[in-house]
Structure formats: C-alpha cells, structure tokens
C-alpha cells in the first residue's frame, strides 16, 4: 500500500527565516506558514506526530465545515481549554443580570424559533459581559474587546447567543485562538503584563497575521473603551441561518443596539476610572438596576439569502469580515431588558455556562470554520471549569422547560434518577423519554462534498480592505484617537522590528494612519515592505461604523457630577436635580467631604461622595456650584483642582456659579474663548441650556486647545 502524500495549500515564494532550515510562505487564504524541514525542530501533537498545516483545521473542500476526525485541533483545543482552572481562560472578568427577551411580532417567514414567534411571551435571560484578556480580579476599563453573551430560556431550550462588542474578530479559523490568547495574556516568563494588550507576544503575533488587522483597528478604536456596559453595542460576529417551518434557509447576522446610544470614554479617562475604580462597569450596571433604570436593547439582524452573500466583495463565512448597515440594513426583531440583579454572583455571574452550541429548532450554524471551532471548545471547556458533564444541572444553566434523556452519574450529580432503565431503545419503560421527529430539532440540510484540506479559502485573503473602510467612515476625533492608541500600545513593544512590521500593515490600511503613527514612535522611514495576499480595493464608507456620527442628544442614563460647598445656592440646585430627573440622568452631589453641607438659605444636605473619592472621570457632565469664601480655600485642594482641570481636558460640557469662578481661573481654564461647553448658571433659563449642551456630549472642538 503506498502512502499518499497530501495536496499542500502553502503557495507563494519562500522567504528564508533565521536558519537554512526555516522559512516562511503565504497559504491560499494569504496566512503565513512558518516551517522547517528539520524533524527535531518541527511542530508535533502531544503524541510527537509531525504537525503539516497548524493554520487551518480540516474540512470537507475549501468552505465546508470542519470535520471531527481533526484530532490535531481537537488536541490543541482541549489542552487551552483546560490550562486553566476553575477560573475562565478568556472572559474572566464579567458583570451580569437577569431580565427578559420580547419579540416584536411573528418572524415566522424566517425562522421557527418558537421565542421570535411570540411577541405575547416574555422569554427569561441572562446577560454577561466581560473583558477577554484579564483575570476575574482586573480592573473594568482596559482597552480589550469585550464579550457580549445572552442566554435564552426558551420554551423550546437554552439558546446562547455569544458574541461580542465588536462585529468581528482577530483569526479565521479556531485553530489559531489558543495561539491568540497565550500572546495577548501576560508573558509567562514574568507574568505581566495583567489585562493589557501592549506588549511585545501580543503585537509579534498580530504583525504576523495580517487577518487581525480588522479587529485591531476596532480594538484601538473607542469601541474597546465603552463608557458603560449599558451603552455597548454586541454582536453575533458569526454569520449563522434561521430556518423556517418549511426548512427554508437565510444567513444572519445579530446586532445588539442599546436604546440609550452608545458611548465611550477617552483613554486618559479609562487609566484614571481604572485607578479610581477598578470596578466601574460592574458598578454602573448593578447601581443602574437598583434603581430602577433598567439597561435595554433592540436585537436586530441582517437577513439575506445565498445569492446575495456570493455577491458580496468577501466571504460571510469570515468571521474578520462584518457586512455594512448600509449594504444590509438591519431589521429590528425584539428587545431585552434586564431587570433583575443577581442573587449571589459566584452562583450566577460566574457559574452560568455560555456555549454557541446551544441553540434551538429555527436557527442554526454556517460553516464558519471560527465558529465550528467554537462548538467544540466551549462545551470542553465547561467540563474543566464547572467540575463535569452535569454543569447543566446548576441553577443557573437549567433549561426553563421539560427535560429529559438517559445521561446519569458523572461527578457533581445533583439529580436522583428513578427505575432501572437508563437507555433507549427500551420496552420495559414505555412512558420514558422518546425521539420526537415532529417537534425535534433538524439541522439545515446542507450538501457538502469535496476533499478532506487543510487550506484557507481564497476568499478570505483581502486583509486590508474592511479595516480601510473601517478607517475611513471614522470622524476626525475617533481617528485621532485610533492613532494615540497605536503610538501607546507599539509604543510599550521593546521590539523595533516588531514595530515596522505593524506600521507596514498599516499602511495598506491607511497610508495617512501610518504616516501619523510612525511621526508618533519616531519611526519615519522604517516602514517594512508587506506584499499583501490580496490587493486592497476602496470601499464605500460607512457611517454607520463610526459611534460619534450617529450618536444621539441624550443625557439618559449618564451621570452629573455636582461639587457643592457650604454657601451652594439651593434654587440652582434644586434646578439642576429637577432638569437632571426630567433628563433620565443621575445626579451626584460631591462635597469637600461626606459630612454636611449648607446652603445660602441654611438648608442642609449630605453629599453622595467626598471630592477626594470622586474625581470628575466618573462623570459625564460636570457643574461647580461653590460659594466664593468656599472657593479661595478649595483652590488649595488638590482634588478640587484635578476634578476642574481633568473635566475640562476631558472636553465635558461644565456649568458654574459665579462664586466658582475663581476656581476655573486658578485651575487656568479660559472663560472668554467662546467654548460652547463652559456655561454659568445664575438662573434657570442658564440651567435649561447647560442641559442642552451637554446632551450632545463632549465638546470636540476644544480638543485642539487642550492639545496645543
């Protein structure tokens, strides 16, 4: 029997790497294979067979789904599942809630998911949000990607929609993500550093895969700095089907949009909130359940059909690809709300088991090879973090409807099963659990055939293109800010080379963005030269991507810093916490301490925080509403002055009294320079419109004064 050697997907030229044994070439899909002709330098299982392809899992033909059988990801994918416990490898950090899912009207022409039939039925769920890269016991404000996860308690079973604030991700086949999360977590020879990105393992990988560079253009936008988890948009990032009654098929993509607008805040903000308040995010959500102002969402999605997905410019079965609102707008379908805080977050928050796997009759997968990866890591996962098989048994995880089957034992058992059958088919059980044809679920039938590969389809290979469009549909603040958070992040690699391979990605994105970026580190003219595996093409901009070019006016669920001092004029005051009430804004009340203070009229009141705890980057608006004998003495306040001087680089619209005005002209912020965003308050038409102007939040125009 002879030995058939397998068809190689590695194509392009061999660049020679360090050793006369080691080179590197591009595949199909334009990935880089690093490889070597040396057996005892080669890459093998844990069981040492030699490893031909660690790019791309197996599948039936270039776009099919990935098969069992490849026990090379299946190896490498169950030992990073279990590389950590009990503490979640990636998602560690997360803030959660109950609350309820309710459908808009019957979406029985696209699917026959009983819970998007329904819109009399409210359908019980559990949202999780958390950071990817840090420990459970890292700050919230890191500039991270941030995972976005709903559980349905369906009447038909748990369906788990797990995505994240970002429509789409760093690799294309899961055979890469172990690979992606060891170079972005801390180094192992000296463990640090904790929830950052910044580093040199992180950025060598990324400048050695240019299939990243969509994402990272998200991630150093203001998306990986939200302003709460309330304002966060999610998304699926996966290209999935719903399926009908009749077994009719369309692709979608699921959108989550919050109904307050979405916000983030600037990076010296997050570094201070992180300092002031490791917890902020998970603060914010709980406080804002508490009283009463629930977070909400609209679930949207985009629906089309297999003709309109082969005639788009790329494959939707690339997870580092999104389709724009403007090519596929979206269709609303529901919304959630959460309502309900957890009752003890180790039992919820951290016990409760997400797994795209987990879905029910009326929806179902694509052959996203990202995604096919995911079916299998996440339920191995929950094996190692939750103790067994029987994680389904906690609270937390039970499905809300009838469940039955022949599973039993297993450690962390917490069911007593009854009689002395435990299979099927039986006959000495009759009324025990049946298959049930009519009501069961049924995969999409799709047809596949072709060669067992390991090959990145060509489609994928247009790196450049969607993180150009990305770029370009940014306002000119959210690319400035794209640049700063390039300069920060490469400016923390120690690696030169490192650094002129990124700026030379970079420069396929945006030629101006490199320019900017390489005038930030020092490095003109060492840009390295990158031949792309696809020549990136210009697209039509999309608004839409950009959070700054559809936000809405609204103070609702933001927060009003107020700083008062003995002598505060209550009718201002009481202005303010009525317009604030009015708004769906919550006002704080800072004091020189958290004892009393009183009024002109000697009313008294005790402030919500000291100013010393309350530094004004946990607010969006700001107002100084101080006497003048209180001022001259806080000017020698080191937190009075760092509160005015950061709300005013942090460009946050500022209301004041006059007996503040020595305080601005101490903290050496202009009065008379005709910044729209710096208003006195002396009566109640003067209250209406600081409201009005700080709706629109920040003031971007004085961002070129605070630079100068």
């Known amino acids: 029997m002879t030995k058939q050697k397998q068809k190689s997907t590695v194509r392009g030229s061999t660049k020679k790497e360090g050793s006369d044994h080691s080179s590197q070439q591009m595949g199909e899909g334009g990935e880089l294979h690093q490889t070597t002709d ?104 890191p500039r991270d ?97 719903f399926v009908n009654a009749d077994g009719k098929s369309t692709f979608v993509k699921f959108h989550w949009r919050p109904r307050i607008g979405s916000a983030s805040v600037l990076w010296d903000e997050a570094v201070k909130i992180s300092g002031a308040d490791p917890d902020f995010h998970r603060r914010d959500l709980y406080e804002a359940i508490e009283r009463g102002d629930f977070p909400e969402w609209e679930l949207s999605v985009q629906a089309f059909d297999e003709a309109t997905a082969d005639s788009l410019p790329f494959d939707v079965l690339d997870p580092t690809k999104l389709i724009p609102e403007e090519t596929i707008p979206l269709q609303p379908i529901g919304k959630m709300v959460l309502n309900r805080n957890p009752d003890n977050f180790f039992a919820e928050t951290e016990q409760i088991a997400f797994h795209p796997g ?63 059958v435990n299979y099927e088919p039986n006959s000495l059980a009759p009324d025990s659990p049946r298959e049930n044809p009519t009501a069961g679920f049924v995969t999409h039938r799709g047809t596949q055939s072709g060669d067992k590969l390991r090959i990145r389809p060509e489609t994928f290979k247009d790196h450049y293109s969607q993180p150009r469009q990305f770029y370009r549909s940014m306002t000119a603040p959210e690319q400035d800010h794209i640049v700063s958070a390039f300069a920060f992040e490469l400016g923390k690699v120690e690696t030169a080379a490192i650094r002129s391979r990124m700026l030379g990605h970079i ?6 963005l490199c320019d900017r970026v390489a005038l930030a580190l020092g490095m003109d003219g060492q840009v390295d030269t990158i031949a792309p595996a696809a020549t990136p093409i210009d697209l039509e901009l999309s608004p839409s991507l950009s959070l700054l070019a559809k936000a809405m006016p609204t103070l609702e669920g933001r927060k009003i810093g107020v700083l008062v001092s003995d002598g505060y004029d209550p009718a201002i005051l009481t202005a303010l916490q009525t317009s604030a009430e009015t708004e769906g804004a919550v006002l704080a009340l800072i004091g020189p301490h958290v004892g009393k203070v009183k009024s002109s009229a000697g009313d008294v009141i005790t402030p919500h925080h000291a ?25 020698r306040q080191a937190a009075v002055m760092n509160f005015i001087r950061d709300a005013y680089a942090h460009l946050k619209v500022m209301g004041y009294t006059s007996g503040a005005m020595p305080l601005l002209a101490h903290a050496g912020i202009p009065l008379d320079d005709g910044d729209d965003g710096i208003l006195e308050l002396a009566s109640r038409e003067q209250a209406t419109a600081y409201f009005e102007a700080a709706r629109h939040g920040r003031l971007w125009p004085r961002a070129a004064l605070v630079m100068a």
């Open 358 to 420: 987990h879905i029910v009759p009326g929806i179902d997968f694509s052959d996203d090879p990202l995604l096919q990866g995911r079916l299998f890591s996440y339920l191995d996962t929950q094996l190692s973090r939750l103790g067994g098989p029987n994680f389904h048994q906690l609270p937390i995880n039970r499905p809300r409807c009838p469940m039955h089957n022949f599973q039993r034992d297993a450690i962390m058992q917490m069911e007593t099963p009854h009689g002395r």
């Open 507 to 512: 420069q396929h994105v945006d030629q101006a």
């Open 611 to 635: 100013i010393a705890a309350a530094p004004s980057v946990l607010f969006d608006t700001v107002v100084l509403a101080v006497s003048g004998p209180a001022a001259e003495t806080m000017k």
């Open 145 to 241: 990607v941030r995972g976005f996860a709903v559980k349905f308690y369906t009447q038909e079973g748990n369906f788990d929609l797990v995505g994240n604030n970002m429509p789409v991700f760093f690799i294309q086949d899961a055979m890469k993500f172990p690979d992606l999360v060891h170079a972005v977590k801390m180094e192992p020879d000296r463990g640090y550093p904790q929830a950052a990105s910044a580093h040199d393992t992180f950025w060598d990988f990324i400048s050695l895969m240019p299939e990243s560079m969509h994402t990272i253009l998200w991630a150093m936008s203001d998306r990986a700095i939200p302003r709460s988890l309330r304002m966060m948009e999610g998304f699926g990032v996966h290209t999935f089907r």
């Open 38 to 141: 040396q057996r005892d330098n080669s890459l093998t299982t844990n069981q040492g067979v030699v490893i031909s392809d660690d790019q791309n899992s197996l599948t039936s033909g270039e776009r099919g789904p990935t098969l069992l059988e490849d026990f090379v990801l299946r190896e490498k994918i169950t030992h990073f599942d279990h590389e950590r416990i009990p503490e979640r490898i990636v998602h560690a950090r997360g803030s959660g809630a109950h609350g309820y899912f309710h459908a808009y009207g019957d979406l029985g022409e696209l699917t026959c998911a009983a819970f998007l039939c329904d819109p009399d039925r409210l359908t019980p769920v559990y949202a999780r949000f958390s950071t990817v890269a840090g420990g459970s016991g890292s700050v919230d404000l």
